[in-house]
């Protein structure tokens, strides 16, 4: 699979300058490590990272995508137990038969092929403990990941972070990976710090995701494209790091939308970036979605942090203010704070600005309007 494909990589020899997080990974397996977050923004290569080295360690194990749960809305365990049930035909074809003969015999659950298909309804709280239970016992270890698992911070009426805390404490074999695009909303479900919290005192493992270097973006730009046999002007690689930065999951898509056409000019970044500008929109305005009254202050701050650059939060305050009027206080750093959980905003030593450098050109345009 070449550099450029743009599904998450499975394959090392397609993961470029993963090295060091491959390590960490692999000692959190081979250390029977109970729980583990995988952490970075959109597009940094969480999944990944996460698929290639399960596929490399061939260690069984079930991927639960949480983007597969409705997309807006509460949801219940029952949800959940749903979605894990459906994903056990991502296991290897031996667990995965065992698992299967146990299903089998539950109210609610029905085999076709490798196919399941569930009852909701039918479905207990029960059911999900003792299909957990069966998984700790079938194999000496199998990791469950759960990808993009704060979207579970949408379950109503239970606490998702007791059955984390509760598979830490007894199913020995299972290791737990959640990876989050959306740290703060992650934490906040994981009650990170709060003594309260079921999973409070349990160590747990975190790999934090960061963008390439200018430097290796390039590298790795040069590499994609000698793979597809084209060799593109210095200038080009340039220009292209300095629109994406060193975001890989950028990087891939500007990559193979240029190996459709072939050609290396300044028009067909423009014409890239506005693709990618959209998606990014697209994205923001799921989020705003459900914040539907005060989508007029969340977008004069997000978009007057991306006309700033970097601002403090008193200078961001002011400027938004100008755009749409008086903002209370406590409504602003609520904003703010939702801003920075979701990942839309970045707050480093007190300063404020958007680290995705496609969404701050979109947010500098007209193509979203307040
Ligand atoms: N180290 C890498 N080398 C080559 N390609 C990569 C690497 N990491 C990610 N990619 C590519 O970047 C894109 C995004 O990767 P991936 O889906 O793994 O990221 P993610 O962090 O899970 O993104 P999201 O937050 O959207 O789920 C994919 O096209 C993938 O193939
Ligand atoms: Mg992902």
């Known amino acids: 699979m070449p550099y450029f494909d743009l599904r998450p990589k499975r394959n090392r020899k397609d993961l470029f300058n993963m090295e060091e997080e491959i390590k960490e990974f692999t000692s959190i397996i081979k250390r029977k490590v109970p729980l583990a977050l995988i952490l970075g923004l959109k597009r940094y290569g969480k999944t990944s990272l996460v698929l290639t080295c399960l596929e490399e360690l061939k260690i069984p194990y079930i ?15 029952n949800d959940f137990t749903s979605i894990l049930i459906e994903s056990i035909p991502t296991l290897a074809r031996k667990t995965r038969e065992r698992i299967y003969r146990y299903l089998e015999k539950i109210e609610g659950i029905t085999i076709a092929g490798i196919k399941l298909r569930i009852r909701p309804s039918k479905i207990k709280f029960q059911t999900l403990l003792s299909i957990l239970e069966k998984i700790n016992s079938i194999d000496e270890r199998i990791v469950i990941v759960i990808d993009e698992a704060q979207e579970l911070r949408r379950i109503t009426r239970y606490r998702i972070d007791s059955l984390f805390a509760y598979i830490y404490d ?17 934490y906040k479900l994981l009650r990170k710090g709060n003594p309260e919290a079921p999973l409070y005192g349990r160590a747990y493992s975190e ?14 730009l040069q590499k994609g494209f000698n793979e597809q046999g084209l060799n593109p002007p210095q200038w080009f690689l340039e220009k ?10 950028w990087l891939t898509y500007l990559g193979f939308k240029v190996c459709e056409k072939r050609r290396f000019d300044e028009k067909i ?22 914040r539907y009254q005060a989508r007029k202050r969340y977008l004069a701050i ?39 959980d979701a990942g839309f905003l970045t707050k480093k030593e007190k300063i404020y600005s958007i680290p995705d450098p496609v969404l701050k050109e979109a947010l500098k345009s007209e193509l979203i309007k307040i």
């Open 63 to 77: 991927y639960i995508d949480c983007r597969l749960l409705p997309s807006l809305g509460a949801l219940s365990i």
């Open 269 to 290: 970044i423009e014409e890239i970036l506005k693709e990618a500008m959209a998606m990014s929109i697209m994205e923001l305005e799921h989020f705003l979605s459900n």
């Open 207 to 220: 790999i934090k995701l960061k963008p390439f270097t200018p430097k290796l973006s390039i590298k790795f």
């Open 240 to 249: 292209t790091v300095e629109k994406l930065d060193g975001i890989v999951g």
């Open 302 to 340: 997000l978009k007057t942090a991306a006309i700033l650059e970097n601002a403090s939060w008193n200078e961001l305050y002011r400027a938004a203010e100008a755009k749409v009027g008086r903002i209370p206080k406590p409504t602003y750093n609520k904003i703010i704070g939702n801003l920075v």
């Open 170 to 186: 007894h199913l020995e074999n299972i290791t737990l990976i959640l990876t989050g695009s959306q740290i703060g909303l992650l």
